[in-house]
């Protein structure tokens, strides 16, 4: 990035900020769906079937998708009323103390059906904290942005989810090279939650040191801050909530069929190792992290976010009916080069959310609006999404699967053209 944005201190730190605290959510967020694809569901669930049981891990995947709306709400009040800052310190400890309690759960085989529901309850409380971490987080990077540098600035807490599923997964992989399948099933597992307690630790430092950011002081010197965030943003900006919100179920729909879902189907349908199964999954984010970084810089100097997602979109629809013919295979080569496809197209439907989704709102409902929408885009496309999937695979195979995918990217397409043309 230039010169002019990049040298100040306080810059590096803010982005910094931003980039870490996504970053160590993601992670939290990603251990626990990279366990639930590969143990939870033998673990916590009494032993029917293993298609059953990995239903059942899945759908604890999606109690963190009830809790993102009214963590979005909780944060989101007093985000816009009190500030950034101190409302992003309190997500990253509520998701933090969540996941680390996680690694000190008994199974179901030690308390029975009492196991799964405490790991619900902990689910629940990951979904809540991130429901109030990703809306501060893009807000604290954009409402520093300079002139024509919004959707750069707005990469950076984009950037944390690659970041963190690297540092997720990268871990079980090196666990399930270190470990034999047993020791991992009985105890290794439990490790990455622990970890989180250390990252916590290092995201609260840096944030600590942060200052307001402008947007927000300037707004409560012009007029108090609202009573009840929510109910303004849904008395005046009801249908830029609607907007946002189905403009960004691709991305979920999308992430969650190439990540839990592939993971899942690939290990214990396909056969392949699992740790062959990661390393492949870890090069493939890489792409991920390339997309947002150029539908950052496209969006900027080019076109503007809601173009870029379109295109992304576009992207997203012709890559599911490559699932089946690329996945299914047999060749990891290819089940490579489809999963580097998919999440290439997913970095353009996911990094210009990071600015377009705060600028429909305005700064005194901002932290509420993004919240509110990237967290309820978040159940539309992704609460059901690893469950669909697994119980479309079993019916019909990869391509049912890959034109849902299709289908959500569609949806959002549709929306985003309909709000070019209402503005």
């Given amino acids: 990035m230039g010169a002019i944005s990049m040298q100040a201190p306080s810059t590096r730190r803010v982005l910094a900020a931003s980039l870490v605290g996504t970053s160590i959510e993601f992670y939290d967020f990603y251990v626990y769906t990279t366990a639930a694809a590969l143990v939870f569901g033998k673990l916590f669930f009494p032993a029917a079937s293993p298609t059953a049981q990995q239903l059942a891990a899945f759908a604890t995947i999606g109690v963190a998708f009830i809790a993102r709306p009214l963590g979005s709400l909780f944060f989101g009040h007093f985000g816009d009323r009190i500030g950034r800052k101190s409302t992003l310190v309190a997500s990253l400890l509520t998701m933090g103390l969540s996941t680390t309690l996680v690694a000190f759960l008994p199974t ?42 919004r959707a750069r600035f707005g990469m950076f807490p984009q950037l944390g989810a690659p970041v963190g599923f690297i540092a997720a997964n990268g871990l079980f992989l090196l666990l399930g090279v ?101 390393a492949v999954q870890l090069g493939a984010i890489l792409f991920m992290a390339l997309g947002i970084v150029v539908s950052a810089y496209g969006a900027d100097r080019h076109w503007d976010e809601r173009r870029v997602l379109m295109g992304g979109c576009v992207a997203t629809i012709l890559c599911g009916f490559l699932m089946a013919p690329l996945m299914g295979s047999g060749s990891l080569a290819l089940v490579f080069a489809y999963l580097a496809l998919s999440l290439l197209c997913m970095g353009f439907v ?33 609460a059901l999404t690893p469950i669909a999937a697994q119980a479309l695979a079993a019916r019909g195979g990869l391509a049912p699967v890959g034109l849902y995918a299709s289908a959500a990217a569609a949806i959002s397409l549709v929306t985003l053209t309909v709000a070019g043309r209402a503005r």
């Fill in 108 to 149: 179901y085989a030690t308390i029975g059906w009492a196991a799964a529901l405490l790991l619900c309850v902990l689910r629940f409380g990951q979904g809540f904290g991130l429901g109030g971490e990703w809306g501060g987080a893009a807000l604290l990077a954009v409402e520093h942005a300079p002139p024509g540098w």
């Fill in 178 to 278: 270190v470990l034999t399948p047993a020791q991992f099933s009985d105890w290794g597992w439990r490790i990455p939650f622990l970890i989180s307690a250390v990252l916590v630790i290092f995201g609260l430092w840096i944030r600590l040191k942060l200052a307001e950011t402008p947007e927000f002081c300037a707004s409560i010197e012009d007029a108090p801050p609202p009573l009840i965030p929510f109910a303004e943003l849904i008395g005046q900006h009801f249908g830029k909530l609607v907007v946002g919100t189905f403009g960004g179920i691709a991305c979920f729909a999308l992430y969650y069929v190439s990540t839990a879902f592939a993971l899942g189907y690939g290990v214990k349908t396909l056969g392949y190792p699992m740790a062959d199964f990661l």
């Fill in 350 to 382: 996911y990094g210009p959310l990071g600015a377009w989704l705060p600028s429909l709102f305005p700064a005194r409902v901002r932290y509420t609006g993004a919240s509110m929408t990237f967290n309820l885009a978040g159940v539309l496309g992704g």
